[in-house]
């Protein structure tokens, strides 16, 4: 280690290494005259050639990518009951799309008691009715308790000091288990500078419900930090891949009858809306005979097409519904409407085939849990 920049052995050719002894390397004093820059500087101990790396503060710039398993360790350690040690990436759009989700869509897809409608503050009654419905985790009502008693979630430990060594300006040699401490010791400052951005993060946004009861509180918290929630098939997420929030409901077990009045029992699926488009789709790989393909996030075939709709209460109502709708009930089995007719005219012709849905009248699967036929006909 030289003035915070790394060395490491790097092994030439004995002729190279003798050539090289013979030189003096040029001191900073020579290259600021010269105009030179010498890249990479190559060092010489012990008959051992070293070359230059990376400089220690990229290192420790960059600690939590280059060891992560190491990091990960850590931010577990310094973030105990919570799940992330950053921002969750749901919330950039604030909380006011998922309390809308929350308060007003919710209610009109999951049954809500009377006296939760009755209630002076619905919002807070509602939340903390919903608590006690997911079950949420006691370490989130710990959570509430601790914020109220205590001025932070984490006590922050006094930090190690810095290895001397690593800001000294003379060339010295560095072990490997110095280097593994230097970069442990980077690391949990990383994790508690992000644990102490997290909490007061958190903090500020729960303020505004410091009159709700505890258990609404530990609901909020729940979905601050984990970004999702779902009661009787009515739930949200967020999507990694684009950070949109999805809002979907529950389909259940349903059953098609095609022209000739056979049965096909489709299983349970998600459809969705998200805040980037209006338009429903089904989350899981699906097939159907108004979707396109056998894939997921297909968009379901409404027979119009739903615009003009933005991302509140009525309109994700209202898509969430077409959608359900057209998988329940859009099949006319007379017509054959749709991308794919379910029973087919040739195997051939078929791109989708629903041969593995088809279920006798008597199934007792269907007959057990009383799944309808959506689309019957007389």
Same mark, same amino acid.
């Given at each position: 280690?030289?003035?915070?920049?790394?060395?490491?052995?790097?092994?030439?050719?004995?002729?190279?290494?003798?050539?090289? +002894?013979?030189?003096?390397?040029?001191?900073?004093?020579?290259?600021?005259?010269?105009?030179?820059?010498?890249?990479?500087?190559?060092?010489?101990?012990?008959?051992?050639?070293?070359?230059?790396?990376?400089?220690?503060?990229?290192?420790?710039?960059?600690?939590?990518?280059?060891?992560?398993?190491?990091?990960?360790?850590?931010?577990?350690?310094?973030?105990?009951?919570?799940?992330?040690?950053?921002?969750?990436?749901?919330?950039?759009?604030?909380?006011?799309?998922?309390?809308?989700? @929350?308060?007003?869509?919710?209610?009109?897809?999951?049954?809500?008691? @009377?006296?939760?409608?009755?209630?002076?503050?619905?919002?807070?009654?509602?939340?903390?009715?919903?608590?006690?419905?997911?079950?949420?985790?006691?370490?989130?009502?710990?959570?509430?308790?601790?914020?109220?008693?205590?001025?932070?979630?984490?006590?922050?430990?006094?930090?190690?000091?810095?290895?001397?060594?690593?800001?000294?300006?003379?060339?010295?040699?560095?072990?490997?288990?110095?280097?593994?401490?230097?970069?442990?010791?980077?690391?949990?400052?990383?994790?508690?500078?992000?644990?102490?951005?997290?909490?007061?993060?958190?903090?500020?946004?729960?303020?505004?419900?410091?009159?709700?009861?505890?258990?609404?509180?530990?609901?909020?918290?729940?979905?601050?930090?984990?970004?999702?929630?779902?009661?009787?098939?009515?739930?949200?997420?967020?999507?990694?891949?684009?950070?949109?929030?999805?809002?979907?409901?529950?389909?259940?077990?349903?059953?098609?009858?095609?022209?000739?009045?056979?049965?096909?029992?489709?299983?349970?699926?998600?459809?969705?809306?998200?805040?980037?488009?209006?338009?429903?789709?089904?989350?899981?790989?699906?097939?159907?005979?108004?979707?396109?393909?056998?894939?997921?996030?297909?968009?379901?075939?409404?027979?119009?097409?739903?615009?003009?709709?933005?991302?509140?209460?009525?309109?994700?109502?209202?898509?969430?519904?077409?959608?359900?709708?057209?998988?329940?009930?859009?099949?006319?089995?007379?017509?054959?409407?749709?991308?794919?007719?379910?029973?087919?005219?040739?195997?051939?012709?078929?791109?989708?085939?629903?041969?593995? @849905?088809?279920?006798?009248? +008597?199934?007792?699967?269907? @007959?057990?849990?009383?799944?309808?036929?959506?689309?019957?006909?007389?």
């Amino acid at each position: 280690m030289d003035q915070g920049r790394m060395y490491l052995p790097c092994p030439l050719d004995p002729q190279i290494v003798e050539e090289l +002894q013979g030189f003096e390397p040029l001191s900073a004093e020579a290259e600021g005259l010269s105009g030179l820059e010498v890249k990479p500087r190559i060092l010489l101990r012990e008959g051992t050639a070293y070359v230059e790396t990376v400089s220690w503060q990229d290192v420790v710039r960059h600690a939590s990518e280059l060891f992560p398993h190491m990091a990960q360790k850590r931010r577990k350690t310094w973030f105990r009951d919570l799940s992330s040690a950053q921002r969750p990436r749901l919330l950039r759009f604030g909380l006011k799309p998922v309390e809308m989700v @929350l308060f007003e869509v919710l209610p009109r897809f999951v049954r809500v008691p @009377l006296k939760i409608k009755a209630a002076q503050n619905r919002r807070a009654a509602l939340a903390a009715w919903l608590a006690d419905k997911v079950r949420v985790p006691t370490r989130y009502v710990r959570g509430v308790e601790e914020m109220e008693a205590s001025p932070r979630f984490v006590e922050a430990p006094e930090m190690p000091a810095a290895d001397r060594v690593f800001q000294s300006k003379g060339v010295q040699r560095v072990t490997r288990r110095d280097l593994l401490e230097a970069v442990e010791t980077a690391l949990i400052g990383k994790a508690r500078e992000a644990v102490l951005a997290e909490e007061s993060w958190i903090r500020e946004t729960l303020d505004g419900f410091a009159s709700w009861p505890k258990l609404g509180r530990a609901l909020m918290l729940y979905v601050l930090t984990r970004g999702a929630l779902e009661v009787n098939g009515f739930g949200f997420f967020h999507r990694p891949f684009d950070g949109a929030l999805v809002v979907y409901k529950r389909t259940g077990r349903y059953a098609l009858m095609d022209y000739y009045q056979r049965l096909y029992l489709f299983p349970d699926c998600r459809v969705a809306v998200s805040s980037v488009d209006l338009w429903p789709v089904v989350v899981e790989k699906y097939k159907h005979p108004l979707l396109a393909r056998y894939q997921p996030w297909q968009r379901i075939c409404l027979g119009h097409a739903p615009r003009g709709r933005t991302f509140n209460a009525r309109d994700i109502f209202r898509s969430i519904e077409d959608g359900l709708n057209a998988l329940y009930h859009g099949y006319d089995a007379r017509k054959r409407n749709g991308y794919h007719s379910l029973e087919g005219l040739s195997a051939i012709e078929r791109e989708i085939n629903f041969d593995d @849905l088809r279920v006798s009248a +008597q199934d007792a699967r269907r @007959l057990s849990e009383n799944i309808p036929v959506t689309n019957a006909w007389t």
